[in-house]
């Protein structure tokens, strides 16, 4: 008889957990597959310090692989889900396709960025649930006191150096308060760029800073925040976004060249292609975490709506605490399932949170008892060295580096603009270069090349291009690198990211001459949780 098979959509927290506690559990009796876009579980909660420059992006990254030695590994997006074939169809990070078969599924991909019907934000601003979204916010940050410092204009050097964080929970509270630290470094000990003061501004519609937490942490989050010279403005958001900057609600226009979206998640778009029972975008399931009605079908983390037992009538929230807990849960559930072990309904009791506000300052209430300065940067630290299921040493290392040395603030030029969109279903990938740009991508490309143009030092602001000896045609110019490096130096920037993209990149042209191909194995990956807060 053979042995049953397991598929698990997705290696983020509660993915990620439900494969290392399932080994455990079945011991070979069963075949347990990851389908994951990436081959690393991500450490979100420490993300902010990667912007920052304090850790380097392998130190949050996990090898699954590596760490789960009993799971098979298939890198790929999940498209499709079939039921009632028990298969699931996914698109492989070269665009070939392929299926797999299951007798249990653990639905656990997690969300993406939320965004709101708000004029140029999904042109202008960017995300921060990946990788990617990290690694282009240092560099940019980066760039633009460079530039900032390069600019003779006091009002082009002032917009540089202003950025606007939208959303004061976890994510954009960690964000501010670490991006003021780095930017303030970055001038503090270059003589030419004394006179520049770095301006970070957090928005929110909420009356407080990290409001879904308990009065006292927001309170200890908002004086460090404003001590350290964050402009903290509650129930204010964004009205409009340009190249040039962002209107606010309350009148005032910002320029900046910064715009960084935290206001939230929304649950994958995948369990919506279900059509089962929803809650807010999220599955519905029961206290066992599996979908009524439908024995082989589990999920976990952001994309499912599992009742609170503690708040009769609500739905445990979107966070990592909870991701990483439904793991472990809906785990001993499938085993139980396959006759291995019983059941266990969902339960969780309140740990507490921790907030890291960068350097020793934090906002920590460890069961309930409230925290704040050196103590709570310790607890928070120990913390999250005690929840990450590997790179202990050597997140402790580079934090002892950091103590001691200066962080290297150099822009590497990995990631740019276009390839991290805010409106993706996967924030986990980068985009790569191709057709498929929105006419409002292109007006804002033409917008930043004449800007270029414009600012080249050599050249007056009101004198018009003009053809000289030995120079290429002024229409024929290219913008200056050094002025503005995401103007025109790749193809046009794509439009929003989504599923089939991978795959029609790859398509062979209508009148190719057709190739035989063999047909897939049976792998594949996908995954997306990105919680917030720690586990």
Avoid at 171 to 190: I, N, P, S, W, Y
Avoid at 265 to 283: F, H, K
Avoid at 289 to 298: A, S
């Amino acid at each position: 008889m053979s042995r049953p098979r397991i598929v698990i959509v997705g290696a983020g927290f509660a993915g990620y957990r439900a494969a290392r506690t399932l080994s455990r559990l079945t011991r070979n009796k069963a075949d347990i597959t990851l389908l994951n876009p990436t081959d690393y579980f991500l450490y979100l909660p420490l993300l902010p310090q990667v912007a920052a420059g304090i850790l380097e992006p392998r130190r949050v990254t996990v090898s699954l692989s590596g760490t789960l030695p009993h799971a098979r590994l298939v890198l790929g997006e999940a498209d499709a889900i079939d039921l009632d074939a028990h298969t699931v169809r996914y698109t492989g990070p070269e665009g070939d396709d392929g299926t797999l078969r299951f007798d249990r599924l653990i639905l656990a991909a997690g969300s993406v960025n939320k965004l709101l019907p708000i004029p140029g934000v999904a042109e202008h601003a960017h995300g921060f649930r990946g990788l990617p979204e990290a690694l282009y916010l240092r560099d940019h940050v980066t760039r633009q006191v460079e530039l900032a410092a390069a600019a003779d204009d006091p009002e082009t050097c002032a917009a540089r150096c202003t950025f606007v964080v939208v959303g004061a929970g976890y994510t954009g509270t960690e964000v501010a308060a670490q991006g003021k630290l780095f930017t303030d470094a970055q001038v503090r000990k270059h003589p030419l760029r004394a006179r520049m003061r770095p301006r970070w501004l957090l928005l929110d519609i909420a009356e407080r800073v990290l409001p879904e937490l308990d009065e006292r942490l927001s309170r200890t989050a908002d004086r460090v925040l404003r001590q350290r010279g964050v402009e903290v403005r509650m129930g204010t958001s964004v009205k409009e976004a340009t190249h040039r900057g962002v209107l606010l609600t309350d009148g005032e226009f910002v320029d900046t060249r910064t715009l960084v979206w935290c206001v939230g998640v929304r649950p994958d778009p995948l369990a919506e292609s279900l059509g089962l029972p929803l809650e807010r975008g999220r599955l519905l399931v029961d206290p066992y975490l599996q979908v009524p009605g439908r024995p082989e079908l589990f999920a976990a983390g952001d994309g499912a709506a599992v009742p609170d037992l503690e708040r009769p009538g609500e739905y445990t929230p979107m966070t990592a605490q909870h991701a990483w807990r439904h793991g472990k849960v809906v785990a001993h559930n499938v085993a139980a399932s396959l006759g291995i072990g019983e059941r266990r309904p969902y339960r969780h009791r309140d740990m507490g949170f921790v907030v890291d506000l960068g350097g020793v300052k934090a906002a920590a209430n460890p069961l309930g008892v409230p925290l704040s300065g050196v103590a709570a940067g310790a607890v928070t630290r120990g913390y999250h060295l005690a929840a990450m299921p590997g790179n202990r040493i050597r997140v402790a290392a580079d934090w002892l580096v950091d103590a001691v040395l200066p962080r290297q603030a150099v822009q590497l030029g990995l990631v740019r603009s276009w390839s991290v969109p805010l409106d993706t279903a996967s924030p986990e990938l980068v985009r790569g270069p191709g057709p498929g740009a929105t006419e409002s991508a292109k007006a804002d490309k033409a917008e930043k090349t004449e800007k270029a143009e414009m600012t080249k030092k050599s050249r007056a602001v009101s004198e018009p291009a003009k053809d000289r000896p030995g120079d290429a045609p002024a229409s024929a110019r290219r913008p200056d690198p050094v002025q503005d490096p995401d103007a025109a130096t790749h193809p046009e920037p794509p439009g929003p990211v989504t599923r089939s993209d991978l795959r029609a990149a790859h398509e062979p042209p209508a009148d190719a001459p057709a190739v035989h191909k063999p047909h897939p194995e049976t792998p594949a990956p996908h995954s997306r949780n990105s919680s917030e807060g720690a586990p």
